[in-house]
């Protein structure tokens, strides 16, 4: 099996079988980011995670039964102003669903992502998408705002943002424990992991914490 996953026919069929499913999942987000309906917005980007999910264990096992085993790249994503603050909680928590991790560098502007490649791509597309997808939703929440008398604040924007970036959190969190892992990749996944870990701590020896600011509304 290793010999076939690692002839020219073997990789071929992988990048064919990779490129169907990122245009699945690309679909899958624009439908989202095109919904007027939070709803299904939210079902669409949980489908789209899913698919990611599946897409990363694939790659794990093709990864595992390989010769040369390639360790985690690092990537920048910007986190523009403004709301800095909530796009990176949003941005952490797609990358710790995606089995990467994220550290914000707010002098500069930009996250830098840690993972293995296909993962971070992931990360990054829908990272993107639900950037878009929460601006429209930001817009609608304030129209109902201002429906009902009250005045667009940029305290109601951070913490609207701030809010969506949680839920986000949590249901992607939710459909990747649903993704199903035979037991014969959980020490690859762990020793992924760790691969990860280590990597962040070689790139950012000394990281803090910090808690989001402007939070009242």
Request: charged residues 25%; contains cysteine; proline residues 3%.
């Amino acid at each position: 099996e290793g010999v076939a996953s690692s002839s020219p026919g073997g990789r071929e069929r992988a990048r064919t079988a990779e490129s169907r499913m990122l245009g699945r999942i690309r679909a899958l987000l624009a439908k989202a980011e095109a919904t007027g309906f939070p709803e299904e917005a939210e079902a669409l980007s949980a489908k789209a995670q899913e698919l990611m999910a599946r897409h990363s264990v694939d790659e794990a096992l093709l990864a595992a039964k390989a010769v040369a085993v390639e360790g985690p790249d690092a990537i920048r994503i910007g986190v523009d102003a403004p709301y800095e603050q909530a796009k990176a909680v949003l941005l952490d928590a797609v990358a710790s669903a995606n089995h990467c991790r994220a550290v914000w560098n707010e002098a500069f502007g930009f996250s830098t992502v840690v993972g293995f490649g296909g993962d971070l791509e992931a990360v990054e597309l829908l990272y993107t998408s639900l950037l878009v997808q929460a601006s429209g939703a930001m817009s609608k929440a304030e129209a109902a705002q201002q429906a009902g008398g009250r005045k667009r604040t940029k305290a109601f924007r951070q913490a609207f943002l701030a809010a969506y970036a949680h839920r986000v959190g949590v249901r992607l969190g939710e459909v990747a424990a649903e993704a199903a892992v035979g037991e014969e990749l959980l020490p690859v996944l762990a020793s992924r992991e760790v691969a990860v870990g280590e990597r962040v701590e070689r790139l950012f020896p000394a990281t803090a914490t910090t808690r989001l600011r402007g939070v009242r509304d």
